[in-house]
């Protein structure tokens, strides 16, 4: 089974809307974390946003914030006020407690591909 | 304060040669981890390495793959006698030993077998 599912393959948002990109994570781990990367055209991986599993509040950064809902297993990513340099792939990851030999590896999605119109 | 820096950014190699990436973590960073981004995938998991050690290799190839991370010097990842199936990007990324679930990424090396 899929441990990260990002059922969008593309988005399409008008400029200064908000956006929610879709995920879903499959886990038995009681602790674990949940990370939103950005991948634009030029390739680089860049951190967005964090929450952990015991984390009482959604996170926010800035224009991001992170909509978990436990019990579903879900952990969304709202763009809110979405700008043209939003375009680009956005990645969901889990860090699992213990996945392999104490590793904090990361396990990804595959992405959803977000293009902003002006 | 330099990020995770990786050389060469894009690597062309013919079939049967090998390739060496390298990676540099971010100043005071123990530990680093290996991914490999297939076009149109996400990234996998390949390897975790501190200083002088492999601690988890669960996702590497068991054949013609292998990775170091010396005490001196960059993180090498070697992949011997290269197939187009390599063609990839491969990321690097750092963490401190005191957040170690905190992953850096570097910008990746582009890998073309032809």
């Known amino acids: 089974a899929q441990k990260i599912t990002q059922t969008q393959p593309g988005m399409f948002v008008q400029e200064k809307e908000a956006v929610t990109l879709d995920c879903t994570y499959d886990?038995?781990?009681?602790?674990?974390?949940l990370f939103w990367y950005k991948q634009p055209s030029s390739g680089e991986m860049i951190f967005l946003i964090y929450q952990g599993s015991y984390d009482q509040q959604n996170a926010t950064e800035g224009r991001y914030s992170l909509n978990f809902q436990k019990a579903r297993k879900s952990a969304n990513l709202v763009i809110s006020a979405s700008q043209l340099g939003d375009s680009a792939m956005y990645f969901c990851?889990?860090?699992?407690?213990?996945?392999?030999?104490?590793?904090?590896?990361?396990?990804f999605g595959k992405g959803t591909k977000l293009s902003v119109i002006p | 304060n330099a990020g995770v820096m990786q050389n060469p950014r894009h690597l062309v190699r013919r079939r049967g040669q090998e390739a060496r990436l390298r990676c540099s973590p971010m100043?005071?960073?123990?530990?680093v981890y290996w991914y490999r981004q297939l076009p149109e995938e996400g990234l996998k998991f390949m390897v975790y390495?501190?200083?002088?050690?492999?601690?988890?290799e669960s996702g590497m190839p068991k054949e013609r793959f292998s990775a170091e991370f010396p005490k001196e010097g960059p993180s090498i990842l070697r992949i011997q006698q290269v197939v187009r199936g390599d063609s990839a990007a491969y990321f690097c990324?750092?963490?401190?030993?005191?957040?170690?679930?905190?992953?850096?990424f570097g910008p990746g090396t582009r890998l073309t077998v032809l």
């Open positions: 886990t038995s781990d009681p602790s674990y974390g």
């Open positions: 390495l501190q200083k002088e050690n492999i601690i988890d």
């Open positions: 100043k005071g960073h123990s530990h």
């Open positions: 990851a889990m860090r699992e407690a213990y996945s392999g030999a104490g590793s904090y590896q990361l396990t």
């Open positions: 990324a750092s963490s401190p030993a005191s957040v170690p679930d905190t992953q850096y």
